[in-house]
């Protein structure tokens, strides 16, 4: 057990070391989503100057185009808020008529956008690690941790993954609820509701568990929607709005789904068992005011975006989700940090192979294509193959049960309501160091790939 030393926080070297390590996954990698939904996000408002809007979905629902075949599978606010951002993009191409993702400068601006959502997550975490009465260095590990931390190294280093653009609201929406302003709540998860439905998922526990009258729920939830519901009625009817939406619809059911036992009559989802359970504890659970709220709603987050994670057929790029939550009770349960850091990283690491072992196609040196290396180094083909990772493949069930355990020790190490030894510790350097350093595996092993 480590001690606490008087001014116990993350050191320039740690901060140096991390901040190349982003940077080179950075510009080195990327999963062509991002590519396609900055695409479509340009394609918004070039039709919003036309005043030509109602064709958005039809003029990108392409088949064999120059980025394969594409179509929308998200409501238009998310295209709305990242085009905002790609503006420029739409100019230069007006001006200079290139096409901005043949060009490596043009990809990590439209990629930078992250990094600005990122900023925007932890700046908004700072206030409500402030409004929970947490010290400065527990600000400055929650900030050095949420970076490091190899789902954040993976989804928005790798991948490019835009789901952080919904935390970020999501966040906002819950620093507003600790301060039981109703307006403000509701508005900011109606925003990332409409962006990604996920931030539903969290919405509905923490409203059950401040409001017991019906009526208001059924007000709130119904006000959280509007935007999604706005979005949709709009489109209802126009061209390729459905075909675009309903196969990216029927995927996430069939997610959901995947996690299942047998029941009476058909399968049964775990995910729904769980989730269920957890909104009718929050009904049932007395509340308090200020103290419940301070005390559970950040335990809620990570429970609901915990099992999301672990009991649902997750995409790589949505395990970003729980990172939040997962950093709050690094820093938050003093007592116990070598044991929670501990935990964390056999949860995280485990649940990570499971999503290279099972996304071969997602894991591979193709992530490199468009990026530095790859226009340092250029290949006619890139290979689809990682080594040595088809042999994980009989590990699966083991790797699954131990993330599942791990994470029932995590939510039961941090209950709010266990009693816990009045002993502040620091943080274990040396786990931290393993934690940070673990993506270097699976991206040394897609670069070895990228050169045979």
Same mark, same amino acid.
């Given at each position: ?5 008087? &001014?116990?926080?993350?050191?320039? *070297?740690?901060w ?10 950075f ?5 062509? #989503?991002? @590519? ?9 408002? #070039? ?15 392409i ?18 808020? +990242?085009?905002l ?31 600005l ?36 190294? +993976? ?7 835009? #789901? ?5 609201f ?6 507003y ?29 923490l ?8 009526? &208001? @729920? ?11 519901v ?6 209802? $009817? ?12 029927? !995927? ?12 009476s ?12 359970? @957890?909104? @009718? ?18 335990? *809620? ?8 994670c ?22 938050? $349960? &003093?007592?116990?940090?070598y ?32 990026m ?12 689809t ?8 493949n ?22 709010? #309501? ?11 350097? $040396? ?17 070895? !790939?990228?050169?045979?």
């Amino acid at each position: 057990m480590q001690k606490l030393k008087k &001014k116990d926080v993350p050191t320039k *070297i740690e901060w140096i070391f991390l901040i190349i390590l982003f940077l080179f996954l950075f510009v080195n990698f990327m999963f062509p #989503d991002i @590519i396609l939904t900055t695409n479509h996000s340009i394609s918004f408002y #070039d039709l919003l100057f036309k005043n030509d809007l109602i064709h958005f979905y039809s003029e990108n629902y392409i088949i064999n185009g120059p980025l394969g075949t594409t179509f929308m599978t998200y409501d238009f606010p998310i295209f709305a808020v +990242m085009g905002l951002w790609n503006i420029p993009l739409l100019l230069l191409q007006k001006i200079f008529n290139f096409i901005w993702y043949n060009n490596f400068f043009s990809i990590l601006y439209a990629k930078s956008i992250l990094i600005l959502f990122s900023i925007l997550t932890l700046w908004i975490m700072k206030k409500i690690l402030i409004l929970l009465k947490k010290e400065k260095n527990d600000i400055s590990w929650y900030n050095f941790l949420f970076i490091s931390s190899p789902i954040f190294l +993976m989804v928005i280093g790798l991948f490019a993954g835009y #789901d952080i653009i919904s935390i970020f609201f999501s966040l906002v929406g819950i620093y507003y609820y600790l301060q039981n302003k109703d307006k403000q709540f509701l508005l900011f998860f109606a925003i990332a509701i409409s962006l990604k439905l996920f931030a539903l998922i969290l919405f509905i526990p923490l409203l059950l568990l401040k409001y017991k009258k019906l009526g &208001k @729920i059924v007000l709130y939830l119904a006000i959280s929607l509007s935007i999604l519901v706005f979005s949709k009625i709009i489109y209802m $009817n126009a061209p390729m709005y459905q075909e675009s939406l309903n196969s990216f619809n029927d !995927g996430m059911i069939t997610y959901l789904m995947t996690n299942n036992f047998a029941g009476s009559f058909s399968n049964v989802s775990i995910f729904a068992i769980i989730y269920t359970i @957890i909104c @009718i504890w929050c009904y049932l659970k007395e509340y308090k005011g200020k103290e419940t709220l301070e005390k559970y709603t950040m335990y *809620i987050g990570l429970v609901v975006m915990g099992a999301f994670c672990t009991f649902v057929t997750i995409h790589p790029q949505w395990f970003i989700l729980i990172l939040p939550y997962l950093c709050y009770f690094l820093i938050e $349960n &003093k007592e116990e940090r070598y044991q929670n850091v501990l935990l964390e990283i056999v949860y995280v690491v485990s649940i990570l192979l499971v999503l290279i072992t099972h996304y071969t196609w997602v894991f591979c040196p193709t992530l490199l294509y468009r990026m530095l290396i790859n226009n340092l180094f250029p290949l006619e083909t890139i290979s689809t193959h990682m080594p040595l990772i088809a042999r994980l493949n009989e590990y699966l069930p083991l790797l699954s049960g131990v993330s599942i355990a791990c994470f029932i020790a995590i939510l039961y190490l941090n209950f709010p #309501d266990r009693k816990k030894k009045i002993v502040n510790t620091g943080m274990p350097k $040396n786990l931290i160091w393993i934690r940070m350093c673990f993506i270097l595996i699976p991206v040394l092993l897609m670069i070895i !790939g990228y050169f045979r």
